[in-house]
């Protein structure tokens, strides 16, 4: 019998929850949520590591309807794992990224669609998994 090498995927250990309606006033400034969750036993570098050779989190928007996005990130965790010699800026568990952006005013009332890029790597406390890159899409209704 041939025996063929078997090669696990890495599982993914970081999911984004559905979006949730996000209603945004023509003119004004409008909020919206990310919310993610990394599977247990996992942790994920804050936005700004404790060591610059780190991966950091980081969420970007594409160029769109709604401007001038300013991610608001949470407070990191400081944890101290077996393999690091000082304590981590981490995420664990289940947490949420806020983004405000500007409606301006010449928007036009309807729906638009939100896009941009999740990067992260998750770890455990004994092997990290690859960096990887999410879409994220957001559905935006604008109103007058």
């Excluded at 998994?129 to 879409?135: C, E």
Aim: hydrophobic share 35%; proline share 9%; glycine share 4%.
């Amino acid at each position: 019998m041939l025996s063929l090498p078997c090669f696990a995927q890495s599982p993914n250990a970081l999911t984004i929850a559905p979006p949730e309606k996000t209603v945004a006033k023509i003119g004004a400034e409008a909020e919206v949520k990310v919310k993610l969750d990394l599977r247990e036993g996992y942790h994920c570098n804050s936005n700004k590591p404790s060591d610059e050779y780190l991966i950091p989190l980081k969420l970007t928007w594409n160029a769109g309807a709604l401007e001038s996005p300013e991610v608001q990130y949470p407070a990191p965790r400081s944890e101290k794992y077996s393999f690091s010699d000082k304590p981590l800026s981490v995420y664990t568990g289940s947490f949420e990224l806020l983004t405000r952006f500007k409606v301006p005013s010449s928007a036009v009332a309807g729906q638009v669609m939100l896009t941009g890029k999740l990067r992260y790597q998750a770890c455990t406390d004994r092997m990290c998994l690859s960096p990887k890159t999410l879409d994220v899409t957001v559905p935006v209704d604008l109103i007058k």
